[in-house]
């Protein structure tokens, strides 16, 4: 089963749904990529952008340190994830509305 | 072909093996998510979990860096890989019996 | 669809195609795998390689933080690609003659 994030701002891990552990991804990201951080992206005044556009760089590349797409195989129809394997869905520009693709291939 | 790895502390990736580069690969992570630093998941006081639950928030974080599901094409039969590359198998935290899925998809 | 680097030093990533973030992202590539550091594969008087062999460890780990492999979904015999979303490929060891897999499965 495919499962693609279709948001350049959003992100998509297999890994252990653990509350504690999620709230250590959150640290981690930002210290890889400070949200404080100067970004060219965030000029906003250099590109040609609507009034609402949010000073987001640090999301995009969050987004890109973890994956978009991710192909989880299916057995016996079932997904064929590890026992501590979840599938995450991280909002890394704030919480909205947002579409996850789900496409199953094969037979 | 489909390649995914049932596991929260493995990682893959495709890339050159090459044991010199492989150590580059432990250093890196190890300075992205120092297997000392302080993560919430390793409290484990504050976590219902087994009595031999490793600490092991840094292999999770380090795996998320990496792929838990790789694609690779296959062209007159064989994986069409490039040159110098290969797929590697990390194991995050420590060595164990671990299992990875391979799944052929396609005619 | 698949979408298949067929390189070591060089990545995918789905995300926004605007100028200024690319130029962060290897800003941010830069500060997270430092092209001056000091790495084992770049002994090369170490390993056995071809006199034009190059100094690229820093591009290979660059490599391994993005992608290799991303599956895209397509409906109505379109890529279901999100509006900011574009295919980014990152030539991490200089600019030459690459080459990029794309296959598709399904019916």
Redesign the interface.
């Given at each position: 089963m495919?499962v693609?994030?279709?948001?350049?701002t959003t992100a998509l891990?297999?890994?252990?749904d653990?509350e504690?552990?999620l709230?250590?991804?959150k640290v981690?990201l930002e210290k890889?990529?400070p949200s404080s951080g100067t970004?060219?992206?965030n000029?906003l005044h250099?590109?040609d952008v609507p009034p609402d556009e949010p000073i987001n760089?640090h999301s995009?590349?969050m987004?890109?340190?973890?994956?978009?797409?991710?192909?989880?195989?299916i057995?016996d129809g079932k997904l064929?994830?590890?026992t501590?394997?979840s599938i995450l869905f991280f909002e890394l520009d704030g919480s909205r509305k947002r579409?996850v693709?789900l496409?199953i291939?094969?037979d």
């Open positions: 495919l693609f994030s279709r948001h350049t891990a297999i890994n252990e653990e504690r552990l709230e250590d991804v981690h890889l990529v970004y060219l992206h000029d250099l590109r760089a995009h590349l987004a890109m340190m973890l994956s978009t797409s991710e192909v989880i195989p057995a064929a994830l590890g501590w394997q579409t693709f496409q291939c094969g």
